[in-house]
């Protein structure tokens, strides 16, 4: 019994240091991102060159950059509520023969047997 209380804390702390490794990397870069996006539509928006142009080439890839860094935003900002949401559940596995056509072979073999 005394195992489980120390081992709860142990998967707490490797799940608080893992959401904080993932909060830096996701929400620091997204925020980037967002940032180099803002600054394409505004590069867009200054050179009056017209809507069919590079102007509006720019506006367009400077929106798609800013959803990507709004994706990675929200990615970063994602926690899990407990670490026993990281596990998956193991299933007991059905055992199976190897080659079922064998297997029914000597069960017929079995069943013709009168011995």
């Not at 407990?82 to 080659?99: G, H, N, Q, Y």
Request: include cysteine; aromatic fraction near 4%.
């Amino acid at each position: 019994m005394a195992e489980q209380p120390s081992n709860s804390v142990s998967e707490i702390e490797i799940m608080d240091r893992a959401v904080w490794r993932k909060w830096n990397k996701f929400t620091w870069s997204g925020l980037i991102i967002i940032g180099i996006g803002c600054l394409l539509i505004v590069i867009g928006l200054l050179m009056d060159t017209g809507a069919y142009s590079i102007e509006g080439l720019l506006i367009g890839i400077g929106a798609i950059v800013v959803l990507i860094g709004l994706i990675r935003v929200a990615i970063g900002l994602i926690n899990p509520m407990l670490p026993s949401d990281l596990r998956r559940k193991r299933r007991a596995r059905k055992t199976v023969e190897a080659d079922p056509i064998l297997s029914s072979l000597q069960d017929e073999e079995t069943a013709n047997d009168p011995a």
